[in-house]
């Protein structure tokens, strides 16, 4: 068990329920002057009032609310090029905190995070398999631990909980080296609602993997992210995400952007690309465990690494375009659990083996590397209720997923 208090420390369990989520549905126009002061960073009444069509009396009325309700803060006055200083807000971090629970293959890990989508406290299990009764017991036993690290005044500013986790888990058994029939504990397993119980009501928004690590890097994207862009986070399995017209955009059963599942040229014909990509496929073809410091340079430059990257970037490569046919994407991100090094040449030679296909007919795509690195599925956990919560998109991130 490792446990990682960034603020703070973890003195003495607390209650989980109330919180920030008791304040009510947020009205429209204050949702979007939140996401556009997210997305820019800090924007002033005037800019705001430009952006949204609002007029200068109405955005100052929001302005204002906002500010006393503690989720804005006014920074020190810019001085135009004339007539009066303009005056830039920002999020307030300390305004809103949410959990964020990642279940993994290896491991599972509890993040608490700020209204801006910094980790604030941490602690990870590991494991040699999932099992839901014990990862309920684990959450139950250190989600008290992680907001006790904050200020008494500050834990009633808890807006709810997100579940990032593969879906279909007890389909995966060979996969993760669990004996047979094991995971089939997870199969209408209600983790949800088990985690809200625990929360005493607050909401526990439960998302594919892929996608929350999709959140995260839209938020840490800020105004640089393109309108349209595919994401593919390269952990033990592979997923992804979409953004459509500037939203997250997570499809009607919550498995939109699931690239691992798409079909690629393999070595014996058509092959899912998890099985070229995927970090599993690296440990077979290295005959041992990833390090658990993910930084081991020696690993990471191994004859079977350097077989894997080219694996890699092909098939990802191959998927890109199918996806870019699909929906004209102007970009794809590429993030995953690895050293930001190797996840640097793996985008350069993703994108060189994507110059070498046969695009014709396609717009070109830049391919990038992602901004959050292996945090992203956890801390996209957090991020989707305070999204909810606070974001122009609300109803898009904690819809109910059709079955």
Same mark, same amino acid.
């Given at each position: 068990?490792?446990?990682?208090?960034?603020?703070?420390?973890?003195?003495?369990?607390?209650?989980?329920?109330?919180?920030?989520?008791?304040?009510?549905?947020?009205?429209?126009?204050?949702?979007?002057?939140?996401?556009?002061?997210?997305?820019?960073?800090?924007?002033?009444?005037?800019?705001?009032?430009?952006?949204?069509?609002?007029?200068?009396?109405?955005?100052?009325?929001?302005?204002?609310?906002?500010?006393?309700?503690?989720?804005?803060?006014?920074?020190?006055?810019?001085?135009?090029?004339g007539g009066q200083p303009s005056v830039p807000y920002r999020l307030n971090p300390d305004a809103i905190f949410a959990l964020g629970l990642k279940i993994g293959r290896r491991s599972t890990e509890l993040t608490l995070c700020d209204?801006?989508?910094?980790?604030?406290?941490?602690?990870?299990?590991?494991?040699?398999? &999932?099992? +839901?009764?014990?990862?309920? @017991?684990?959450?139950? !036993?250190?989600?008290?631990?992680?907001?006790?690290? /904050? =200020?008494?005044?500050?834990?009633?500013?808890?807006?709810?909980?997100?579940?990032?986790?593969?879906?279909?888990?007890?389909?995966?058994?060979?996969?993760?080296?669990?004996?047979?029939?094991?995971?089939?504990?997870?199969?209408?397993?209600?983790?949800?609602?088990?985690?809200?119980?625990?929360?005493?009501?607050?909401?526990?928004?439960?998302?594919?993997?892929?996608?929350?690590?999709c959140a995260a890097e839209f938020m840490a994207s800020g105004a640089t992210a393109p309108p349209d862009f595919c994401y593919v986070f390269v952990g033990w399995f592979v997923g992804g995400g979409i953004v459509l017209d500037g939203?997250?955009?997570?499809?009607?059963?919550?498995?939109?952007?699931?690239?691992?599942?798409?079909?690629?040229?393999?070595?014996?014909? &058509?092959? +899912?690309?998890?099985?070229? @990509?995927?970090?599993? !496929?690296?440990?077979?073809?290295?005959?041992?465990? /990833? =390090?658990?410091?993910?930084?081991?340079?020696?690993?990471?430059?191994?004859?079977?690494?350097?077989?894997?990257?080219?694996?890699?970037?092909?098939?990802?490569?191959?998927?890109?375009?199918?996806?870019?046919?699909?929906?004209?994407?102007?970009?794809?991100?590429?993030?995953?659990?690895?050293?930001?090094?190797?996840?640097?040449?793996?985008?350069?030679?993703?994108?060189?083996?994507?110059?070498?296909?046969?695009?014709?007919?396609?717009?070109?795509?830049?391919?990038?590397?992602?901004?959050?690195?292996?945090?992203?599925?956890?801390?996209?956990?957090?991020?989707?209720?305070?999204?909810?919560?606070?974001?122009?998109?609300?109803?898009?991130?904690?819809?109910?997923?059709?079955?």
């Open positions: 068990m490792r446990r990682d208090i960034i603020q703070g420390e973890a003195i003495r369990s607390t209650d989980l329920g109330g919180g920030a989520n008791q304040m009510g549905a947020r009205a429209y126009n204050d949702r979007l002057v939140l996401s556009l002061i997210r997305r820019e960073g800090a924007l002033s009444k005037a800019e705001l009032a430009r952006r949204t069509g609002l007029s200068p009396q109405t955005l100052g009325l929001i302005v204002k609310r906002l500010q006393k309700e503690q989720l804005l803060l006014a920074e020190a006055p810019v001085k135009g090029k209204f801006v989508g910094a980790i604030r406290a941490r602690v990870e299990k590991r494991y040699r398999y &999932p099992m +839901p009764d014990e990862i309920v @017991a684990f959450y139950g !036993r250190e989600a008290p631990i992680l907001v006790a690290t /904050l =200020p008494e005044y500050q834990r009633g500013r808890l807006c709810g909980a997100g579940v990032a986790m593969p879906f279909n888990l007890w389909s995966w058994g060979d996969a993760l080296g669990a004996p047979a029939g094991a995971l089939e504990a997870w199969r209408d397993y209600p983790i949800d609602a088990k985690l809200s119980d625990m929360m005493q009501g607050i909401d526990v928004a439960l998302s594919n993997d892929g996608t929350a690590a939203k997250l955009h997570p499809g009607r059963r919550g498995n939109a952007g699931a690239l691992g599942s798409m079909l690629v040229a393999g070595t014996d014909g &058509p092959q +899912p690309l998890l099985e070229r @990509a995927s970090l599993m !496929r690296l440990e077979r073809l290295s005959g041992s465990e /990833l =390090p658990i410091e993910d930084e081991d340079a020696e690993y990471w430059h191994s004859d079977a690494a350097e077989q894997w990257l080219n694996d890699a970037s092909s098939s990802i490569a191959q998927a890109a375009a199918n996806a870019a046919a699909v929906i004209d994407f102007a970009s794809l991100r590429i993030d995953g659990v690895m050293p930001a090094q190797m996840r640097q040449r793996l985008v350069d030679a993703t994108r060189y083996a994507y110059g070498l296909l046969d695009t014709r007919g396609l717009s070109p795509m830049a391919i990038e590397a992602g901004h959050v690195g292996p945090n992203a599925r956890t801390i996209g956990a957090a991020i989707l209720p305070i999204l909810s919560g606070f974001s122009r998109d609300s109803e898009v991130l904690l819809k109910s997923v059709e079955s």
